[in-house]
T-cell receptor, first 116, second 110 residues
C-alpha cells in the first residue's frame, strides 16, 4: 500500500515557540492532504484539508493563524503550530489521498507534540 | 447518538481466537474504512470497502450497505494484533470528512 511519512515523530518544545510538522507521501502524488488532531482516548478530529497549490480549508473552531498549513507540492504538506501553548500538546496525524484509488486515504504515523 | 457505533469497546482474547468487531452507521455512505491504531499512535488503513467482503491475510472485512453494518474479523489472533480498531464513514460531497467510531481496544493474550 501507499506510504505516508511524518517528521518528526515526537517533539518537545517550550511555550511560545513554533513547531513545524512535515507530512510526505512517499510513493504517490497526494492531491489532497488532511490534518487531524487526537487527544488521549479520543477519536481523530479533522483540523483542515489542504489541496496542493491552494489555501487550506479549516474546520470550524480551528484557528488558521495558529495552525498554518502549507501544501506546496503533491508530496509534501506542512503544519506549523505557531506560538505553541501547553493546551496544543496532542497527537497530530496527517493523511493523504491519491494513488491508484483516489478515494482511499493513507495515514501517517503521527507526531506527538508536547509543549512545556 | 453517534453516527458511527462500534462494539465492543474493549475486547480481550486468547491467542488463536477468532475475533469479530462490529460497526453500525446511520449515515448514507458509499464506502467504509477500517483503521488500526497501535499503541504509540500510528494509524494504518486496513480496508476501504463499499460492498461484499475483502480479505488481507488474517483480516476479513464485510459490509452490508443496506443494513448499514460492517464487521472486521481476525482469524487466529496473535498478540501483535493488539491495537485499537476504528471504523470510519466518509460523508459530505467530497468525502473528506469522516465520522469516526469510538474504536475497539483489542488485547490478545499469549
Amino acid at each position: 500500500g501507499a506510504v505516508v511519512s511524518q517528521h518528526p515523530s515526537r517533539v518537545i518544545c517550550k511555550s511560545g515557540t513554533s513547531v513545524k510538522i512535515e507530512c510526505r507521501s512517499l510513493d504517490f502524488q497526494a492531491t489532497t492532504m488532511f490534518w487531524y488532531r487526537q487527544f488521549p482516548k479520543q477519536s481523530l478530529m479533522l483540523m483542515a484539508t489542504s489541496n496542493e497549490g491552494s489555501k487550506a480549508t479549516y474546520e470550524q473552531g480551528v484557528e488558521k493563524d495558529k495552525f498554518l498549513i502549507n501544501h506546496a507540492s503533491l508530496t509534501l504538506s506542512t503544519l506549523t503550530v505557531t506560538s505553541a501553548h501547553p493546551e496544543d500538546s496532542s497527537f497530530y496525524i496527517c493523511s493523504a489521498r491519491g494513488g491508484d484509488d483516489y478515494n482511499e486515504q493513507f495515514f501517517g504515523p503521527g507526531t506527538r507534540l508536547t509543549v512545556l | 447518538k453517534n453516527e458511527v457505533e462500534q462494539s465492543p469497546q474493549n475486547l480481550t482474547a486468547q491467542e488463536g481466537e477468532f475475533i469479530t468487531i462490529n460497526c453500525s452507521y446511520s449515515v448514507g455512505i458509499s464506502a467504509l474504512h477500517w483503521l488500526q491504531q497501535h499503541p504509540g499512535g500510528g494509524i494504518v488503513s486496513l480496508f476501504m470497502l463499499s460492498s461484499g467482503k475483502k480479505k488481507h491475510g488474517r483480516l476479513i472485512a464485510t459490509i452490508n450497505i443496506q443494513e448499514k453494518h460492517s464487521s472486521l474479523h481476525i482469524t487466529a489472533s496473535h498478540p501483535r494484533d493488539s491495537a485499537v480498531y476504528i471504523c470510519a464513514a466518509p460523508w459530505g460531497n467530497t468525502g473528506n470528512q469522516f465520522y469516526f467510531g469510538t474504536g475497539t481496544s483489542l488485547t490478545v493474550i499469549p
